[in-house]
């Protein structure tokens, strides 16, 4: 006869029977939770996995459930203990009784939970993020970049709609000192699974304008523990501390400071305090510069009064040797004021007398000189006399002769023997050579004068 096999109502039922008995009192299991959900009954539906710690890969899954008058209770009682939010992604040490219907199958009913095991997880893997980070040489990369004197440009990070930006900008436009900044907001979602995706999104596009922007600052208002997880992640905090420029987390939140507060170059507590970090690195340079200012005034003071205190003293030290000087130079130009007056009396006399006896010399000397002078020039116009009337009749006799050519020579009396005169354009024709065919020309005889045109120039051959 055939085996006709149990039923699988049958089977589940055995299963059922079996775990009862194998597992009579409740456990205590370490999962981590992979996904929340709720009912409207208030119910909590969860999916528990255990993943390999090397692979990271899943190796044992199953379904939890913790019944509205127990979450109620449950919740608030871990979230208040731990700081986070009852969610996905966190391990969880819990009291669970195991449950197996003919329907549904194998179920855990959690009955308790242990929020100091999720405390230490968390301080865990918080550590090991941490010396990861520090084994591959970045944890202080962005502490190692010199934070500028004057941080003028800002590229920001933050929700726009977010408290916390509303403060910072107010804080940064509304300095007492009314400084200048210039920021520039790069959006970003600061909480939630979206938002370690979103803050690095926001990373990259400031990095094409590096040369732009002297500092990053990443700013969130306050808000629960649990919200401020994403700020405990690995790849937010390798983003942050390899940045080319520096860091200023300004993440409001009053427990220990997260990963991103460590790898960042400069921590603050909230969005204004990075507001007044920005504002005080003016004010400390404004400082340094008026100290510097002072130093130099007080400087320059300490350097005139010192000056005046020595040239006080080399005048006090001076005066009297100056005085001793100026009195023996006074009592040499006397005595050589009396020695100028005595030498020019001398002189003086001496140059009396022989201005006299020059004088006298002078005088009968040009004397003698003009009677010398007088019988010369009185030879001198007698001897003029004779030679201007030589002169004159050899003049005369010339000027007689020059008369009787000129009357010789005379063109007229040349006409009057019978001669002509040819002339061309009011000159004298002296030679055939000055003349050409069709030119006009002008003969004069003694009685008159004739125009004519050659019509023919025959110069003389030469044998």
Not at 57 to 79: C, D
């Amino acid at each position: 006869m055939a085996n006709k096999g149990i039923s699988l109502f049958q089977l589940n039922n055995r299963i059922k029977g079996v775990l009862k008995n194998s597992f009579d009192s409740d456990l205590w299991i370490v999962a981590e939770i992979s996904e929340v959900r709720y009912n409207q009954n208030g119910h909590c539906y969860l999916e528990l996995v255990e993943k390999d710690d090397d692979t990271d890969q899943i190796i044992a899954k199953a379904r939890a459930t913790i019944w509205a008058y127990t979450f109620r209770m449950l919740k608030p009682y871990f979230e208040t203990s731990t700081g986070q939010r009852f969610s996905a992604g966190i391990k969880v040490l819990i009291n669970v009784s195991i449950e197996f219907q003919e329907i549904y199958g194998y179920t855990l009913n959690i009955k308790d939970i242990d929020p100091s095991y999720t405390l230490g997880d968390i301080a865990k893997r918080r550590k090991e993020i941490l010396n990861k980070l520090e084994e591959e040489g970045v944890l202080e990369m962005n502490k190692e970049i010199d934070f500028p004197e004057i941080p003028k440009c800002i590229a920001l990070i933050s929700s726009p709609t977010a408290a916390g930006y509303e403060d910072f900008t107010n804080q940064l436009e509304n300095n007492p000192s009314g400084y200048k900044f210039h920021y520039k907001l790069f959006p970003a979602i600061m909480q939630g699974n979206q938002a370690e995706e979103s803050i690095i999104a926001a990373l990259d596009r400031i990095n094409e304008y590096e040369d732009v922007f002297d500092v990053v600052v990443i700013i969130r208002g306050g808000g629960s523990t649990a919200d401020l997880n994403c700020f405990d992640s690995y790849w937010l905090a390798f983003n942050i501390a390899q940045f080319p420029l520096p860091v200023i987390s300004g993440i409001g939140h009053e427990r220990d400071e997260t990963i991103v507060d460590i790898v960042a170059n400069v921590r603050v507590k909230t969005p204004t305090a990075a507001a007044e970090y920005l504002i005080d690195c003016f004010d400390e340079k404004q400082s340094y510069h008026e100290s510097l200012q002072e130093e130099f005034y007080n400087g320059i003071n300490e350097i005139l009064l010192e000056a005046s205190e020595n040239l006080h003293y080399l005048s006090n030290k001076f005066s009297p040797l100056v005085k001793t000087i100026l009195e023996r130079k006074s009592n040499q130009l006397l005595l050589a004021n009396e020695k100028l007056v005595h030498s020019a009396k001398q002189i003086t006399k001496s140059h009396s007398f022989n201005l006299k006896n020059f004088k006298t010399k002078l005088k009968l000397g040009l004397e003698h000189r003009l009677s010398t002078e007088k019988s010369h020039t009185e030879h001198l116009h007698s001897k003029i006399g004779i030679r201007v009337g030589r002169l004159l009749e050899n003049q005369k006799h010339k000027l007689s002769l020059h008369e009787q050519s000129v009357k010789y020579l005379n063109p007229e009396n040349i006409l009057q023997k019978g001669y002509t005169l040819t002339l061309k354009d009011g000159k004298i024709v002296k030679d055939i050579s000055s003349l050409s065919k069709n030119d006009v020309i002008e003969t004069r005889f003694k009685d008159g004068l004739v125009e004519s045109e050659i019509q023919k120039v025959n110069p003389k051959k030469h044998k």
